[in-house]
Structures are given as C-alpha cells and as structure tokens.
C-alpha cells in the first residue's frame, strides 16, 4: 500500500513520517508532498490508498483537492488533518466521503489509529478502482494521432490536415501566443529508454494537472527518444508569465526525478505566434546541443547566457602523458573525469572547451606506441560510434575515455574478454544492488556496447542475468538455510523486500515463502 502526507509546513510532515511505524501497518512506500500541485501530478501516475492531507494551505485547500480525487473516481481514503475544529469543514469532509477528521495537535497514537480504520475500509471494499483500461487505450491512442500531426507540423513536414484538426481543438492554435518548451532526457542509459517512451502519457497527466488551473492548454509531442515538444497554450486570453512558467516546469521535472528515475532540462521560449515555432524548435535544439556539461533544469531562451573564459588544457595533456607513459590506465580514466567535472562545476565547460579538449586527448593518443592497434577499432561499431559523438556532451566524451583507456590497456596486458570479468564482477558483488553503468565503467566500456557484447555471448542481457544470478542465490539460501526470508533479501541486493517477493515470483513461479514451505 502507498500512503501520501500532504500538508504545507516541512515540520509537520517530517514528524508524522517518523512519529508511525508505517512499514509495520504495510506502507511499500510514504510519499512527502507539500502543495496541492505537487500532489495532484503524482496522484495522476502513481495511486494512492491513504491521504493524510491539512485542510488550509496556500493556493489550493484540502477540500478542493479531495472534490478532486472524488471527480476522478479514485478510491484513496481521505483523513484530514486541521487545527481548525469548525463545523462547515467537519461538514464538507463528511459530505465528500472523507474518512477521519482529526484535530491538530494530535498524538501520532490517533493518527496512527484513524489509518488503521482506514485500512479496514479499503480491505472490505473490493480493489475495484474506477479506472476502465478500454477507456485509457482509447485516450492513449488518441493522443498519439494528436502528438504525431503536432510533431509532423513542428519538424516541417506534411501538415495539410493540421487545421482541420485545430478546427476540432486537438492541436493548438498557430495564430496564437504560445511557450514552446523543448524537454530534453538528460541522463538515461541507454537499456531504459524505451521505458522511458512509455511514460509520455504520464508526462501528460502531469502538465496538464500543473498548468489546468491556470487556464492553460497542454500539448505534446515525442520528437525522439530523449526530445518532447511542450506547447502551453492560452484556453482564453490569459498569458501565464515566465515566473509561472519556470515554477510548474519545475514542479514537473522534479516529479519525473522521484518516480522515473532521469532528469530532464526544458528549453523554453515564447511564440508570438505558434505559426512560426518551426523555427523556435530548432533553435532550442541549437541551445540544448551546447549543454555538454548536461545541466538539468529550465533555461529561456531569451536569458543573457554567461560567457566562458576560454582556457587551456596544456597542464592536463602533460599529466596525461606522465600517466600513459607509466601505463597506469584507471588513473588515466579517474583523472580524466575529474578533469571534466571540474570545468563543468566551475562553469567552464562549454562546446568549444570540449572540443578542444576532445582534440588535445586524441594528440597525446596518437603519440602512444599502442595507438596504430587502437585506432583500427575505431573504424568499426561502437568505436566509429564513440568516436564520431565524443565531443557532443560531458557523458559521450566519458564513454570514449572510457573506451581508448580499456583498448589501451588490453594492448599492454595481452588482450581480455569483457563480458568474463563483468560475469566475475557480478558473482563477486551479488550482495550489492549491481548496475550496467557500474559494470561499464568496470570493464572500460560503454554501458550499450557492453550490454549487445554480454547477449550476443551469453544469449541474455546484463540485467537478465543479474535478476538469474541473485534469483539462484536466493533459492539455495531458502532451501538450504533458516535464514529469514527478509535476510535473504538483502544477501541478495534486494533491499526492497515486497519488490524481492514480486521479482522472485515472477520468475521461480512461487514467492520465496511458499519456496521454503514446499520442501
């Protein structure tokens, strides 16, 4: 079960957090949230059982957000927390089916104990939501029509039908006002985005939440893989400002943050009419390009940019050299990378710099003995790839660092199988919670190469055979050990132990109880 606290003041919501033991009532998860907004956006992709939520907040009080939650049809108990013990809210939480009303300050005992009612609620009630999968299909699809004629329109192709469509509201306006945001996927790996493209819906159901009450129309649109087109449109004539603008875009990136994982940069600019935001695209694809340093975050485009002292790599390649010279290659690829943090926290990173210093590493390259059998990889995938993209951000030009060093470094030792020592890796660290990108960095590689290197050898992906490794583990401790079920867990990475149970089912057909019960 999941339960939400939704109350303005930190202090409040920090002292309910650790005043409960709320893994002991059967809480997976406790979700912080302190506005309205904040809440909503989450409520859209994320369902929640219980709701301890404040009545008076700023902006939007408890009661509106509760007509809310009932006109989605959500079946989330509501227990509202006040320090205002006036009849009128009493009388409206009733009204809106709320299931405790409790006067603050309250011992965490009460509160406590109006969740424990609230759990017996939902257990009677049968788990059936008001949500109708046919219905979300439908909108699902719908969006994609919409999104695929805003994208055709965006990136200059065929658009004969596009005004039909605005006639029909489904696209916005181009004779309007409109902010065009470009969302930009920072820092994904490369085996989640495809993940990642399934939860546009939900980015969506996001925005649109955020920016509804301010009389806003959303819009979207998949560009690519790591690119989404955002327009916010007027509904009526009202303009929402760029304070507004950069407050909720915000909100929006931090939720996508804590629920999936990368973070994102939005490139912003205001159109004086959509009819030209053909030409607003490119530029805030221009104006994303020179993110090498991969800073998140929301950037205008009509923001003064801070210009960035040019600056020299001469003391860098002289370390470099001394480190290739004595053959120590970890120190090569751990100095290289602080080199480029460093220029990056400092402010100094920028398009140029990176491609000087891209420049400046191939020059100390090419005068190492190794390079002639080096440099032969680099005509083949993912070399030639690594190679061609090295200066495009601070994380490409990681990857092929990454990538020279471990070729170089096979020279020197005689050559090495990759995918056997990111296996040796795997068994000698099956107690941690193990990732691609680790194993990557492990064996000198791109995360993507070594993945397609680890299948086409083993037959499987990395993290099948993570999932297959620690699975087996867990199954001999349970049929060979009176270790506790939770104990197993955690020797096998898995410190989420209802996520454990899930996984181990899914796969071994049983869940780890019924695995020590059947013997």
Not at 68 to 79: A, M, Y
Not at 145 to 163: A, K, P, S, V
Request: aromatic content about 10%.
């Amino acid at each position: 079960m999941t339960l939400m606290i939704l109350d303005d003041q930190t202090n409040v919501v920090r002292g309910i957090m650790s005043g409960v033991d709320w893994e002991k009532l059967g809480f997976e998860k406790v979700i912080p949230t302190y506005h309205v907004a904040e809440a909503r956006a989450i409520m859209e992709i994320q369902p929640v059982d219980v709701l301890l939520c404040d009545i008076e907040m700023p902006v939007e009080n408890g009661l509106s957000f509760l007509h809310w939650i009932r006109s989605k049809n959500l079946q989330t108990e509501c227990i509202f927390l006040t320090a205002h013990a006036e009849f009128q809210y009493a009388q409206e939480a009733v009204r809106l089916d709320s299931c405790n009303y409790i006067i603050q300050p309250a011992p965490y005992e009460e509160i406590q104990s109006a969740v424990e009612r609230a759990i017996i609620k939902i257990k009677e009630r049968h788990e059936e939501r008001g949500h109708s999968d046919i219905g979300r299909a439908v909108s699902k699809s719908k969006s994609a029509i919409e999104g695929g004629m805003l994208r055709d329109f965006l990136l200059g192709y065929d658009t004969n039908n596009y005004h039909e469509f605005e006639k029909l509201g489904v696209v916005p306006s181009l004779s309007r006002s409109a902010y065009l945001a470009l969302i930009n996927i920072v820092d994904a790996e490369d085996d989640k985005l495809d993940e990642l493209y399934l939860v546009q819906y939900a980015f969506g159901n996001i925005l649109t939440e955020l920016f509804a009450p301010y009389e806003q129309q959303i819009y979207l649109a998949v560009l690519d893989e790591r690119n989404i087109a955002l327009v916010i449109s007027p509904m009526k004539d009202y303009q929402i400002d760029q304070g507004g603008v950069e407050r909720l875009l915000t909100i929006f990136c931090n939720v996508s943050k804590q629920y999936f994982g990368p973070r994102l940069a939005c490139y912003v600019k205001l159109c004086q009419k959509l009819e030209y935001a053909g030409l607003a695209v490119k530029e805030l694809m221009n104006r994303r390009e020179y993110n090498v340093s991969m800073k998140d975050g929301i950037f205008f485009s009509d923001a003064n940019e801070k210009k960035v002292r040019q600056i020299t790599h001469v003391t860098y390649s002289s370390t470099l050299r001394t480190l290739f010279d004595d053959k120590l290659y970890v120190s090569v690829m751990e100095s290289t990378e602080k080199y480029l943090d460093d220029l990056a926290e400092k402010g100094q990173l920028s398009k140029q710099t990176l491609e000087e210093f891209y420049q400046e590493f191939l020059m100390v390259c090419y005068s190492l003995k190794e390079w002639e059998s080096v440099r032969k990889s680099l005509s083949d995938s993912p070399g030639a790839e690594l190679f061609h993209q090295a200066d495009r951000s601070i994380m490409d030009m990681k990857q092929f660092v990454r990538y020279i060093v471990g070729k170089l470094s096979e020279c020197a030792d005689g050559g090495g199988n990759e995918v056997e020592k990111a296996i040796s890796y795997i068994h000698d660290n099956i107690e941690q919670e193990l990732k691609v990108s680790e194993l990557a960095e492990y064996v000198h590689l791109s995360p993507n190469y070594l993945n397609k290197k680890f299948k086409n050898e083993t037959g499987i992906s990395i993290k099948e055979y993570i999932i297959q490794e620690k699975l087996n583990l867990a199954h001999t401790l349970l049929t060979t050990t009176n270790l506790p079920v939770n104990i197993v867990s955690s020797k096998v990475g898995y410190s989420n132990f209802a996520y454990f149970s899930k996984i181990y089912k899914q796969v071994k057909g049983k869940t780890p109880s019924e695995e020590r019960l059947k013997d």
